[in-house]
């Protein structure tokens, strides 16, 4: 495996601005685009709780009062569209208490943004974050010919040397098929489904 590197992001600067005038910030965008590693970065000193976890969900769903008021400042929560009726009691604590701060995340787009604006409209400052940019990964795609970047794409895990397009992709695919993709539509046969995006490709 190769070494790992943080890369900067261009949409950093405006999230940050967002951040002063925004209560909650919501970054959405395809899994592993780095919304993660974005948010690390730019608020290292926030908690973070991840949704995924059936531990912290169920601590979110039996009492949700407690589990948004473990800290006084800021609190990152990935794949809170696995819980939205946080979104509610966010939205109460964000017009009680606007010196506090969240910082929320999801990779299923339609959910989360179709919950986030609902419930937290005129209170969120919303962003979407796709893989890297040719801008981004300059100094990188520089020693690449266009075969090797059209092959190689440019998804954070690949730019920053931590895997490999080859062994990279299917892995994603068979997870973004297997739980994305049903999270959204019911499809019923994956396997079709599959040949589909491979058409598309």
């Not at 939205?91 to 339609?110: C, E, K, T, V, Y």
């Amino acid at each position: 495996m190769g070494k790992s590197k943080y890369i900067e992001r261009s949409i950093s600067t405006v999230v940050l601005e967002a951040a002063q005038y925004f209560p909650v910030v919501c970054i959405t965008g395809p899994r592993q685009s780095g919304k993660s590693t974005l948010i690390k970065h730019l608020f290292p000193n926030f908690i973070k709780y991840t949704l995924e976890d059936l531990d912290v969900r169920n601590y979110a769903k039996s009492d949700p009062v407690a589990f948004l008021n473990q800290t006084e400042e800021g609190m990152i929560l990935d794949e809170v569209h696995k819980v939205p009726e946080l979104l509610s009691y966010i939205q109460g604590i964000a017009d009680d208490h606007p010196n506090r701060q969240f910082i929320l995340s999801g990779s299923s787009n339609f959910a989360l943004i179709r919950s986030v604006s609902q419930s937290l409209a005129g209170r969120v400052g919303m962003f979407d974050l796709l893989p890297m940019s040719m801008e981004e990964t300059q100094k990188d795609t520089e020693r690449k010919s266009l075969d090797e970047l059209m092959f190689d794409g440019l998804y954070p895990s690949i730019c920053a040397e931590k895997n490999i397009a080859r062994l990279y992709y299917p892995s994603y695919v068979k997870t973004y098929l297997e739980r994305d993709v049903r999270e959204v539509v019911n499809v019923k046969d994956l396997i079709q489904f599959n040949t589909f995006l491979r058409l598309c490709h």
